[in-house]
């Protein structure tokens, strides 16, 4: 004897079935036809009638089907309530991909399987393993037949040699509730690791092998997960991206895995193309920060990271919303002199890593380039107001260019075209040197995360004999040392020093290293918080 299946339909979301039955149609019983993901999921034929599609079809997952038995209710309605709780689900097999017919496909064996003309059944897609529920469909089995019966439609769908039903499905860009319209990507990961892009290119993440832990990996039966990236439209926050009232603009992003790993095994890379004014190089400071979206709320700065696998082209085109150009704006004005994307901005890429996902956005640094004084001036406090203050840091060396614990804005007379910061005054020229003249420090009177400076060795002081270099050094909160970089000898250059994680950069100092003498201009400060002063 010959099993059917009768798979009998209603539609719990109007908006999925709504090609499937007229509004006059005679209501069928309570078996349910679910395709979540706003019209980016669909069930293909023999379970449904065959339609059209405009959406795009993502080959990139790792799709899982299982078919629990299902618990309905004992009147006449059936309704019902879920699968049954302690019968394992049957695995119909692999899911693969028909990428010619733009589908999802398995073949459930109903015969092998050994389900039950007394019991009923609902087949399930997930986007993974305890992952997304992308749809269902409850199906009834019986025994005086050779098909399945769709009871919206009436139509008979017969079963492969009696006993194998085809299950295709299509899942969109956009099935996982991100807006892939725009810029985003919805991609299958393994511990295997790889990188994932979204569509634009303009934003991504690379998984290192092992990036899950293993408690994870047993708990939930599975390595493959599902990675959502999306771009957060301005117009859905209150506030900038990253909640400080510090430079931003465009390039705010959410990461999601699904299901939720939680914290990774190893950091995963993550970049975003950012805004930078046109024409400046020091954009290294441009420097990603993560937003826990719960009621911690909880703001990290990411250490810096090369993100090469984003491209930036017409990322400028792809603005969210004309409350950002509004937001921007007022940054403008709450800041005064900060340095903010304007409408001529350069698009580059910036790189982050983290041991979660969230929402990433990223800020960028308040520069000072001391060519806003008279050279010579004095400028210990010129730029407190942008939470930086400047003094010769105590030192056994003779300060024999200036005066006192003394920083000066000094452009040697005119020999440079513009100032740099000093500790020589204006009679002398502008570079120096730890072992001549000490170290100028910079404190910060609020939390900084990336410091940079932009160096330029000019040799040693008899003859100018090359090989010198220059460093910046970062201090922690208890004045305690915590990072520090040396430039490459006689080569122009912008270094930067970045605080360790869970580590703040209270203050930093920097000089000619040794006997080299150097000059330094374009301080620039990422803050964590707002400096005080604004």
Known sequence: MKRIVLLSITCALVVACQDQRSPTAVKPPAFQLVEAGHDHFFFLPPIVPQRTFTGTFNPALKPVVEICQLDVTADEKHTPIGCTPGVDP?????????????????????????????????????????????????????????????VNTGEYIGLVDGRTLPIKFRIERGAFGTNCERDCVEASVTNDGGTVITNTGFSGALFTPLWIRPDVIK????????????????????????PRDLPQAEGCY???TSPDVGLFNTDVTVGICVEVPEGD???????????????????????????????????????????????????????????????????????GLTGSFSRIGWILPSVIDFNDVTPGTVVDGTYASRGVTFRRAPSESENNCGSGSDVYANNNGGLFATNAVSLCSGQFAADF??????????DFSAPASTVCIHVDPTGFQAGSQPGATGFIEAFGGEGESIAKTISAPDLPQTICVQAPRGVVTSSIQFAGSGDGFAVFDDLEVTFSEPPGGE
């Open 90 to 150: 049957i695995n119909p097999g692999p899911v693969t991909a028909d990428l010619a017919g733009q589908h999802y496909k398995v073949n459930w064996d109903t015969r092998q399987s050994g389900i039950s003309p007394d019991n009923f059944y609902r087949i399930q897609v997930f986007g993974s393993l305890k992952g997304e529920l992308l749809g269902f469909a409850d199906v009834d089995p019986v025994n005086n037949g050779s098909g399945l019966k769709n």
């Open 219 to 242: 708990r939930l039966g599975t390595d493959n997960v599902v990675v959502t990236i999306e771009r957060v439209d301005a117009a859905e926050l209150d506030g900038p991206c990253i």
């Open 254 to 256: 959410r990461f999601k």
């Open 281 to 351: 190089v020091h954009h290294a400071a441009a420097q990603l920060f993560s937003l826990e979206e719960d009621e911690s709320r909880a703001v990290t700065p990411l250490p810096n990271a090369a993100a090469a696998f984003v491209t930036c082209e017409g990322f400028a085109s792809a603005r969210s919303s004309s409350a950002l150009g509004r937001f921007a704006g007022g940054l403008v004005h709450r800041v005064g002199s900060w340095l903010v994307p304007s409408a001529y901005a350069a698009h580059v890429g910036a790189g």
């Open 433 to 442: 040197s730890e072992n001549a003249q000490g170290r100028v420090e910079a």
